[in-house]
Protein backbone atom coordinates (compact mmCIF):
# COMPACT_ATOMS: atom_id res chain seq x y z
CA UNK A 1 0.00 0.00 0.00
CA UNK A 2 1.23 3.45 -1.02
CA UNK A 3 0.98 6.24 1.28
CA UNK A 4 0.10 9.50 -0.34
CA UNK A 5 1.82 12.80 0.06
CA UNK A 6 -0.76 15.54 1.85
CA UNK A 7 0.54 19.00 0.90
CA UNK A 8 -0.40 21.66 3.48
CA UNK A 9 -2.44 24.80 1.68
CA UNK A 10 -0.36 27.71 1.66
CA UNK A 11 -1.93 30.41 3.21
CA UNK A 12 -1.40 34.16 3.99
CA UNK A 13 -2.15 36.18 7.28
CA UNK A 14 -2.90 39.45 5.21
CA UNK A 15 -4.39 39.16 1.50
CA UNK A 16 -4.32 43.06 0.95
CA UNK A 17 -0.56 42.99 2.03
CA UNK A 18 1.64 42.86 -1.76
CA UNK A 19 4.72 41.68 0.58
CA UNK A 20 3.02 38.72 1.94
CA UNK A 21 1.52 37.51 -1.40
CA UNK A 22 4.93 38.03 -3.73
CA UNK A 23 6.51 35.59 -0.98
CA UNK A 24 3.56 33.13 -1.05
CA UNK A 25 3.99 33.24 -5.28
CA UNK A 26 7.47 33.20 -5.09
CA UNK A 27 7.60 29.84 -3.33
CA UNK A 28 4.85 27.88 -5.30
CA UNK A 29 6.67 29.77 -8.59
CA UNK A 30 9.56 28.01 -7.65
CA UNK A 31 8.38 24.58 -6.15
CA UNK A 32 6.14 24.25 -9.35
CA UNK A 33 9.05 24.73 -11.54
CA UNK A 34 10.99 23.04 -9.89
CA UNK A 35 9.20 20.03 -9.02
CA UNK A 36 6.07 19.59 -11.47
CA UNK A 37 7.81 20.88 -14.10
CA UNK A 38 11.41 18.78 -13.45
CA UNK A 39 13.87 21.95 -13.62
CA UNK A 40 16.93 21.64 -11.85
CA UNK A 41 17.07 25.04 -9.73
CA UNK A 42 20.10 26.72 -9.50
CA UNK A 43 20.86 28.22 -5.88
CA UNK A 44 23.90 30.39 -7.07
CA UNK A 45 22.70 33.42 -5.70
CA UNK A 46 20.97 31.51 -1.65
CA UNK A 47 24.90 29.79 -2.26
CA UNK A 48 27.04 33.55 -2.76
CA UNK A 49 25.09 35.29 -0.13
CA UNK A 50 25.86 32.21 2.96
CA UNK A 51 29.31 32.17 1.67
CA UNK A 52 29.54 35.56 2.57
CA UNK A 53 27.37 35.42 6.10
CA UNK A 54 29.56 32.60 7.14
CA UNK A 55 32.77 34.56 6.31
CA UNK A 56 31.07 37.34 8.52
CA UNK A 57 30.17 34.91 11.28
CA UNK A 58 33.98 33.52 11.11
CA UNK A 59 35.13 36.80 11.27
CA UNK A 60 33.24 37.94 14.33
CA UNK A 61 33.88 34.73 15.90
CA UNK A 62 37.29 35.35 15.74
CA UNK A 63 37.50 38.53 16.64
CA UNK A 64 35.69 37.24 19.99
CA UNK A 65 38.23 34.21 20.67
CA UNK A 66 41.01 36.50 20.18
CA UNK A 67 39.81 38.99 22.83
CA UNK A 68 38.70 36.23 24.97
CA UNK A 69 42.14 34.67 24.87
CA UNK A 70 43.62 37.88 25.96
CA UNK A 71 42.49 41.23 26.90
CA UNK A 72 40.25 44.16 25.54
CA UNK A 73 43.18 46.71 25.54
CA UNK A 74 45.57 43.81 23.54
CA UNK A 75 43.00 43.35 21.20
CA UNK A 76 41.52 46.53 20.01
CA UNK A 77 43.13 46.78 16.89
CA UNK A 78 42.12 43.36 16.06
CA UNK A 79 38.70 43.91 17.16
CA UNK A 80 38.45 47.02 15.16
CA UNK A 81 39.91 45.62 11.90
CA UNK A 82 37.41 42.54 12.59
CA UNK A 83 34.78 45.01 12.79
CA UNK A 84 35.41 47.01 9.20
CA UNK A 85 35.98 43.47 7.48
CA UNK A 86 32.56 42.57 8.78
CA UNK A 87 30.67 45.85 7.29
CA UNK A 88 32.50 45.71 4.15
CA UNK A 89 31.41 42.09 3.30
CA UNK A 90 27.50 42.74 4.70
CA UNK A 91 28.42 46.10 1.79
CA UNK A 92 29.32 43.19 -1.00
CA UNK A 93 26.70 41.01 -0.08
CA UNK A 94 23.80 43.50 -0.08
CA UNK A 95 25.59 45.03 -3.45
CA UNK A 96 25.50 41.71 -4.70
CA UNK A 97 21.65 41.54 -3.94
CA UNK A 98 21.06 44.66 -5.64
CA UNK A 99 23.23 44.20 -8.46
CA UNK A 100 23.23 40.58 -9.11
CA UNK A 101 20.72 38.92 -7.82
CA UNK A 102 18.33 41.99 -9.11
CA UNK A 103 14.45 40.78 -8.70
CA UNK A 104 15.51 36.88 -9.91
CA UNK A 105 12.97 34.51 -8.46
CA UNK A 106 13.83 31.74 -10.22
CA UNK A 107 16.55 30.38 -12.26
CA UNK A 108 16.23 26.36 -13.55
CA UNK A 109 17.43 24.16 -16.17
CA UNK A 110 15.86 21.43 -18.04
CA UNK A 111 18.25 18.16 -18.48
CA UNK A 112 17.50 15.60 -20.60
CA UNK A 113 19.82 12.35 -20.23
CA UNK A 114 22.25 14.94 -17.95
CA UNK A 115 22.19 17.58 -20.59
CA UNK A 116 20.91 20.69 -20.22
CA UNK A 117 18.45 21.30 -23.03
CA UNK A 118 16.82 24.95 -21.61
CA UNK A 119 16.73 27.04 -18.92
CA UNK A 120 14.57 29.49 -17.44
CA UNK A 121 15.12 32.87 -15.64
CA UNK A 122 12.22 34.67 -14.00
CA UNK A 123 12.12 38.10 -12.27
CA UNK A 124 9.80 39.87 -10.99
CA UNK A 125 8.68 42.46 -8.75
CA UNK A 126 5.31 43.85 -6.57
CA UNK A 127 4.35 46.83 -5.28
CA UNK A 128 3.16 47.06 -1.48
CA UNK A 129 -0.16 47.50 -1.78
CA UNK A 130 -0.86 45.92 -5.50
CA UNK A 131 -2.46 42.70 -6.22
CA UNK A 132 -0.22 43.11 -9.74
CA UNK A 133 2.88 40.81 -9.85
CA UNK A 134 4.81 42.07 -13.02
CA UNK A 135 7.05 38.94 -14.14
CA UNK A 136 9.58 38.93 -16.96
CA UNK A 137 10.40 35.00 -17.63
CA UNK A 138 13.15 34.24 -20.32
CA UNK A 139 13.97 31.03 -21.55
CA UNK A 140 16.96 29.71 -23.55
CA UNK A 141 17.13 26.48 -25.74
CA UNK A 142 19.44 25.73 -28.60
CA UNK A 143 21.13 28.81 -28.65
CA UNK A 144 17.82 31.24 -28.88
CA UNK A 145 16.32 33.14 -26.17
CA UNK A 146 12.82 34.34 -25.80
CA UNK A 147 11.23 36.57 -22.90
CA UNK A 148 7.51 37.19 -22.14
CA UNK A 149 6.44 39.84 -19.61
CA UNK A 150 3.34 38.87 -18.05
CA UNK A 151 1.17 41.35 -15.38
CA UNK A 152 -1.19 38.82 -13.45
CA UNK A 153 -3.75 39.74 -10.58
CA UNK A 154 -2.60 37.73 -7.90
CA UNK A 155 -5.61 37.81 -5.89
CA UNK A 156 -7.19 35.29 -8.27
CA UNK A 157 -4.98 33.04 -6.75
CA UNK A 158 -6.07 33.14 -3.41
CA UNK A 159 -9.50 32.65 -1.75
CA UNK A 160 -10.74 35.58 0.67
CA UNK A 161 -9.26 33.45 3.50
CA UNK A 162 -5.91 34.11 2.01
CA UNK A 163 -5.56 30.09 0.98
CA UNK A 164 -3.80 29.80 -1.99
CA UNK A 165 -5.46 27.95 -4.93
CA UNK A 166 -2.32 26.26 -6.49
CA UNK A 167 -4.27 24.87 -9.19
CA UNK A 168 -5.41 28.36 -10.60
CA UNK A 169 -1.38 29.40 -10.17
CA UNK A 170 -0.09 26.23 -11.50
CA UNK A 171 -2.57 26.43 -14.73
CA UNK A 172 -1.57 29.71 -14.92
CA UNK A 173 2.56 29.11 -14.83
CA UNK A 174 2.58 26.06 -17.15
CA UNK A 175 0.49 28.85 -19.55
CA UNK A 176 3.43 31.07 -19.59
CA UNK A 177 5.88 28.71 -20.19
CA UNK A 178 4.18 26.97 -22.99
CA UNK A 179 3.78 30.36 -24.37
CA UNK A 180 7.47 30.67 -24.10
CA UNK A 181 8.56 27.66 -25.71
CA UNK A 182 5.83 28.81 -28.36
CA UNK A 183 7.83 31.61 -28.91
CA UNK A 184 10.78 30.03 -29.32
CA UNK A 185 9.53 28.17 -31.61
CA UNK A 186 8.23 30.33 -34.03
CA UNK A 187 11.38 32.64 -34.73
Not at 67 to 96: D, P, R
Request: aromatic residues 12%; negative net charge.
Amino acid sequence: MSQTEVKEPVEVTNIYDGIQLKNAVDDELARFYSTDLKFTQSHIHTDVKLFLGYVSCFIAGGAFLYEYKTSFNEAITVTTLCVIAYWIIQGISLAYSYLAEKDQIFIGYQKVDGKVTGSLMISGSMDKYSSIYKLNLTYKSNGKSVSYQVEPNVAKWFTTKGVMVTEAIDKDLSTYLTTLKNKLHDN
